[in-house]
């Protein structure tokens, strides 16, 4: 079975320009979420959605960052415009709709973004 | 208060010890919790889960809860260099459905 896929694996942006992730979830898990690690932090939640809807949107820093998850299947983060504290690995993660409270969920393998 | 708290470390042990990593938690109702290892530049890989009081062993590693005290543990034995890393504690809240993260704890194992 494939793993949570992620894209790009890093990326160098100058600050005030836009930039998306794109994340592709295991097949079949209909949750997924996207989380954002700073250097030497735990993940934070940033956005949750069960299938195409974003049920836990509390976390997002909706004046420059947003989400979409068409077909309720892959799904993009994207960050416009994009400042130095926006400087962090972007997780994205999936599990089977509540069975993340027994197993946890698998992460992809992130997206490593440097804003300069 | 944070909703997780873990001692950052770094945490050193000789090979072959055990290693204990210690993590407390504030709701009291939250229901799983989960030990994450994460590699240097790499993302966390869930290596134990567990929702009921006392230990769960699986091979080297033993998780261990007291929920009166809002306290999960995970001992590792026999450790090796390989374990060095960072131990990340989770919870999943009793609402929302969705894991919260402690900063970790890095673990260091000297050959």
């Known amino acids: 079975e494939a793993g949570v896929v992620q894209s790009p694996r890093y990326k160098i942006i100058e600050k005030k320009q836009p930039v998306a992730f794109w994340c592709n979830p295991i097949s079949g898990h209909n949750t997924l979420y996207w989380y954002r690690q700073n250097l030497g932090q735990g993940p934070e939640l940033l956005i949750r959605y069960e299938n195409e809807e974003a049920v836990d949107d509390s976390q997002l820093p909706k004046d420059r960052f947003s989400a979409e998850r068409l077909k309720g299947v892959d799904s993009t983060l994207k960050i416009q415009p994009a400042e130095l504290g926006d400087s962090a690995v972007y997780l994205c993660?999936?599990?089977?709709?509540?069975?993340?409270?027994?197993?946890?969920?698998?992460f992809g393998s992130g997206t490593r973004l440097t804003v300069v | 208060q944070k909703e997780v708290e873990q001692n950052s470390g770094p945490l050193s042990v000789p090979e072959g010890a055990i290693a204990s990593l210690n993590c407390t938690y504030s709701d009291r109702g939250s229901q799983s919790f989960f030990w994450y290892r994460q590699y240097s530049g790499k993302s966390p890989e869930l290596i134990m889960f567990?929702?009921?009081?006392g230990d769960k062993e699986d091979g080297r590693f033993t998780a261990q809860l007291n929920k009166a005290s809002q306290y999960v543990s995970l001992l590792i034995r026999d450790s090796q260099p390989s374990d060095s890393a960072t131990y990340l504690c989770a919870v999943n809240k009793e609402y929302g459905n969705k894991l919260v993260f402690g900063a970790g704890t890095i673990l260091r194992v000297k050959s």
């Open positions: 567990i929702y009921s009081n």
């Open positions: 993660a999936s599990s089977l709709e509540g069975r993340e409270g027994r197993y946890g969920y698998t």
